[in-house]
């Protein structure tokens, strides 16, 4: 039984230095735990040997699962698509046969009602600033306005993500660098974004991913012009960034899956990066919308 131990021990040790840091989470996303690694170098620790308790249980819809977080309560999430939560497993391990794949949004705002919501039907919270307005069914922001998916927090897009958004932009803003939608952590780019450079007047898709613990970037660039809506898709299949601007598409080559990040999915501004003008019709798939 010792022996046993030390070998579980000493193979949970050998997964995290040999960089294998990621963890999965309720089977619906993964931990990167090299973020929070809270062992600093030469400090020894110690791996319990009594299993976790399941930090999950059931909702009452299969598809979906509670997620317990302190000073948050149960937070309900979604499997992964084509699976169902079991509650023995403590994760989304059941197939669900009777799937047809259909790619549809996990978060949609679509500011057509008074109130600033996710509409997707997931009922995912969206945190307002107090400056974002809804202003004729499109939200409007000023340069200090965000919206933050708070949800979406050290969760793991994987290797299959889509985003589309709408956008009008006005003249203005303190930055030249305005953000329609990202999870940049102070001044590191999002490892999702879309922003705008002013300078070039180009919108600005970027992905950051993971292969082993090598971090990879992937940055398209497309013209836009003020005063017009216009519509815009990042995309990442795991092996390539399609940006579509208009119907008009450029790629870049990128691999692994898109690296975790503590913010949330902030829009309309992200560490100071405020955008001026109106979002609208912003979705966010975990599967490729072609
Ligand atoms: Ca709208």
Not at 79 to 100: F, K, M, W
Request: include cysteine; proline fraction near 3%.
């Amino acid at each position: 039984m010792t022996r046993l131990l030390t070998f579980l021990t000493m193979s949970a040790l050998l997964a995290v230095t040999k960089g294998q840091s990621q963890m999965d989470f309720a089977g619906t996303g993964q931990l990167d735990i090299s973020q929070i690694n809270p062992f600093g170098s030469g400090i020894m620790f110690m791996l319990t040997t009594t299993q976790n308790p399941c930090q999950s249980r059931p909702h009452h819809e299969k598809h979906m699962y509670e997620h317990f977080i302190p000073g948050f309560d149960w937070q309900p999430r979604l499997c992964p698509p084509g699976t169902l939560y079991s509650a023995e497993a403590c994760a989304c391990h059941n197939i669900d046969l009777r799937q047809v794949f259909v790619c549809r949004p996990e978060l949609l705002i679509d500011f057509n009602s008074d109130t600033i919501d996710d509409s997707s039907g997931n009922h995912i919270s969206i945190g307002n600033n107090g400056n974002v307005v809804n202003f004729q069914n499109a939200g409007r922001f000023d340069g200090t306005g965000v919206l933050a998916a708070f949800q979406y927090s050290k969760q793991s897009f994987g290797t299959k993500l889509t985003v589309t958004l709408r956008f009008y932009k006005s003249t203005g803003g303190a930055s030249n660098d305005q953000v329609l939608i990202s999870n940049c952590i102070g001044g590191r780019f999002g490892s999702v974004e879309i922003a705008l450079d002013l300078q070039t007047k180009e919108i600005v898709f970027r992905i950051e991913s993971r292969v082993g613990s090598i971090t990879e970037q992937a940055e398209v660039r497309q013209p836009f012009t003020e005063g017009v809506w216009t519509n815009v898709k990042l995309m990442y299949d795991g092996s390539t960034v399609t940006a579509e601007v208009d119907g008009s598409t450029k790629t870049a080559p990128l691999q692994g899956n898109i690296n975790t990040r503590y913010n949330g999915i902030m829009i309309g501004s992200c560490h100071g990066r405020g955008f001026v003008g109106y979002i609208d019709d912003v979705h966010l798939y975990r599967c490729l919308l072609k």
